[in-house]
């Protein structure tokens, strides 16, 4: 079956460098990846999409690479500050079944000062 | 604030029990999805709903039903209550079913003792 692997339970990085968090699928070839952020007791929030065929994505800090090769995503925050503290989670969607959202089990973040 | 309401925000009721939780999407989307996250599990897709029927169906227990109505509002249902129903359950809506983005609502957290 489909599968979305977060390899990281939590990452815990310095105030200022970059964090990078990985997404790996198995058994599927997803026709993008999303990144949500998560805080503790919330919903999910949108961050970036990129899709298969675009192999890299940026928005701000953000940083989203997409290998289909490695069936890999990469989610990189730059000059990270303890703000983006929360947990990251990776979905990816496949065109033929309608939306759907599988999700991995998230990486929790923790930027100290 | 995703524009998408969920309520309650906090239900506690027994085994064996039935509960409603009820969501409004985001104004003009017609897909809403369920999820439900618990600790060991990670975010797991229910169902998906698209202009008031039923589009994708994941992980739901046949103890568990939902709907849409024609203003777009969806409900989710869950009887006879067992403990391990105990986990937050989110509401997410998109323009489309296939391929979008969804914006998440602030969940319905269930405690079943």
């Known amino acids: 079956s489909q599968k979305i692997e977060q390899n990281s339970e939590a990452l815990n990085i310095q105030e200022g460098k970059t964090a990078t968090l990985t997404c790996n699928y198995t058994?599927?070839?997803?026709?993008?990846l999303q990144w949500y952020r998560q805080d503790p007791g919330r919903g999910p929030v949108f961050l970036l999409l990129i899709r298969e065929n675009e192999k890299e994505k940026r928005k701000e800090r953000l940083k989203v690479t997409f290998d289909t090769t490695l069936k890999q995503s990469l989610f990189h925050i730059t000059a990270s500050q303890p703000a983006d503290s929360a947990t990251y989670l990776c979905?990816?969607?496949?065109?033929?079944?309608?939306?759907?959202?599988?999700f991995g089990r998230g990486t929790q973040l923790t930027v100290w000062p | 604030d995703s524009g998408v309401t969920q309520t309650p925000k906090h239900l506690i009721t027994a085994t064996g029990q039935r509960v409603t939780l009820r969501c409004s999407p985001r104004s003009g989307d017609l897909s809403v999805y369920w999820y439900q996250q618990s600790l060991d599990q990670g975010l797991q897709f229910l169902i998906q709903y698209y202009n008031g029927e039923e589009r994708a169906k994941g992980n739901i227990l046949e103890r568990f039903s939902a709907q849409q109505f024609p203003d777009l509002h969806s409900e989710l249902n869950l009887s006879s209550l067992e403990l391990g129903d105990s986990a937050l359950y989110f509401c997410?809506?998109?323009?489309?079913?296939?391929?979008?983005?969804?914006?998440f609502g602030p969940g319905t957290r269930l405690t079943v003792l």
């Open positions: 979905a990816a969607d496949r065109g033929s079944t309608l939306g759907r959202l599988y």
């Open positions: 058994n599927y070839s997803p026709a993008y």
């Open positions: 997410a809506s998109s323009g489309g079913y296939q391929g979008d983005t969804q914006y």
